[in-house]
């Protein structure tokens, strides 16, 4: 038997592809009127004394151990050691949605969520799945992808990974897309598809060119228009990190998350790639659909507040007044292309190695952003040729599947870029042999 409150939310989204879509789980979650919400109360109202969180206070402001505050001074007691709301925090939710729309210039007049603080990408894709993909329900994605969608989709939500080719003849593979799309609306009696859509793409290292983008929009668009229910998840880890001139430089949330009403796209970023954070572990999910009134996006965000609340409870504090103090930073942007630059270096470096060399056991597939590139192997198996590299040369690479094998030139300093790929080329022909 569901929860009021998970009834309550469920009738609020009644009518949205968001509540059309949600999983068995996603339909029993709701975020409780338990201490967090109480708390919250108590912190707007309770002007006398408030004695609801489980924090040591003095004078209404967290202690703080000066073992711990030396070693970030700048910072307040509160902006290091409180638990942050378990959305995030209000200003750098705000300042991140700012961000959004001078980012992606599309975006103006558009309606779309508040951002939702995740402690990092990956937990927001596993909500995503959480909310949307069960056993009945799979997810879609491009071949080759990232490794950690298989583990969250199909052994943590015992579902299916569905994929569709990346690419053929050295460009996006449209038409794959367009059937991978319409064969999983026929396949589902609910007539519903869930598709991830990763730019730059981790581990091919490519975006697509505004006319991709294009083909890719108006093929969702299409699909939605025959009734099917469609929910796109933008996986923006990469976002920004191009390096040739005709890559479409937005996010293509930006013109999804109002396309069409049966279109609910979500934004997955954060600042782990975009501003050199990894270990910040702060990301964040944007919901955006035609039609969706703030009575709608909020009762989704309870939603997830529910799941965030049941696994960790909140993400990390320090990270997330970091961040904001950041981008809030004049600085941040000149700082932020400088490190670009020295991505863009290395990528042309290993353009150039990659364009002047052939090899019978080695495909480059196309890239053109992000941190990575990788090779189809033809006759030579992706583990044996990783290990051949790291035991014969003592280089480290990734073995993503038996035949694709992935080289992050985002780790090389340049003058062991030519070094790594002349060993990657010599081990693979002599494997070939």
Request: glycine letters at 8%; aromatic letters at 10%; one cysteine or more.
């Amino acid at each position: 038997m569901l929860n009021p409150l998970a009834v309550e939310l469920n009738d609020t989204l009644a009518g949205t592809v968001a509540g059309a879509l949600l999983s068995d789980l996603g339909t029993r979650i709701y975020f409780p009127k338990g201490i967090i919400a109480q708390s919250a109360e108590a912190k707007k109202f309770g002007k006398t004394a408030n004695a609801t969180i489980g924090t040591t206070l003095i004078g209404g402001k967290p202690v703080i151990l000066e073992a711990v505050h030396r070693f970030a001074p700048s910072l307040s007691a509160g902006e290091l050691v409180a638990y942050s709301p378990t959305a995030g925090n209000p200003d750098l939710r705000a300042a991140w949605k700012e961000k959004l729309y001078q980012k992606n210039p599309s975006l103006k007049g558009k309606s779309f969520s508040l951002p939702v603080v995740v402690p990092g990408l990956t937990a927001g894709i596993s909500y995503l799945a959480d909310l949307f993909v069960d056993k009945d329900h799979p997810l879609l994605s491009a071949d080759p992808c990232w490794d950690n969608y298989a583990l969250i989709v199909e052994a943590r939500r015992n579902s299916q990974l569905r994929q569709f080719s990346m690419f053929k003849d050295g460009r996006f593979d449209i038409e794959s897309f367009k059937k991978a799309i319409s064969d999983e609306a026929r396949r589902n009696a609910d007539k519903s598809v869930r598709v991830i859509l990763n730019f730059p793409q981790n581990p091919s290292g490519y975006s697509p060119s505004n006319e991709e983008a294009k083909e890719i929009i108006d093929a969702v668009l299409a699909e939605a228009e025959k009734g099917t229910k469609i929910i796109v998840w933008d996986d923006d880890a990469y976002f920004g990190l191009n390096y040739e001139g005709d890559i479409y430089g937005q996010s293509l949330f930006a013109e999804l998350c109002d396309i069409h009403e049966n279109v609910l796209a979500v934004k997955i970023d954060g600042p782990t790639k975009e501003d050199f954070a990894w270990g910040f572990r702060s990301g964040f999910l944007t919901f955006g659909q035609k039609g969706m009134t703030e009575p709608q996006y909020d009762a989704l965000v309870k939603k997830l507040m529910g799941l965030i609340r049941s696994s960790v409870s909140c993400a990390t504090t320090p990270s997330q007044s970091m961040i904001l103090k950041a981008i809030q930073d004049p600085a941040i942007e000149v700082q932020k292309k400088a490190y670009r630059d020295v991505l863009e270096k290395r990528y042309k470096i290993v353009r150039k190695f990659v364009d002047n060399h052939t090899s019978k056991a080695l495909e480059p597939l196309p890239f053109n952003s992000g941190y990575f590139m990788s090779f189809r192997l033809s006759g030579v198996d992706a583990e044996t040729l990783r290990q051949k590299l790291l035991q014969g040369r003592g280089i480290g690479t990734i073995a993503i599947d038996g035949k694709t094998l992935r080289v992050a030139f985002s780790s090389l300093d340049e003058d062991k870029i030519e070094l790594v790929f002349a060993a990657i080329y010599e081990e693979a022909d002599n494997l070939a042999k």
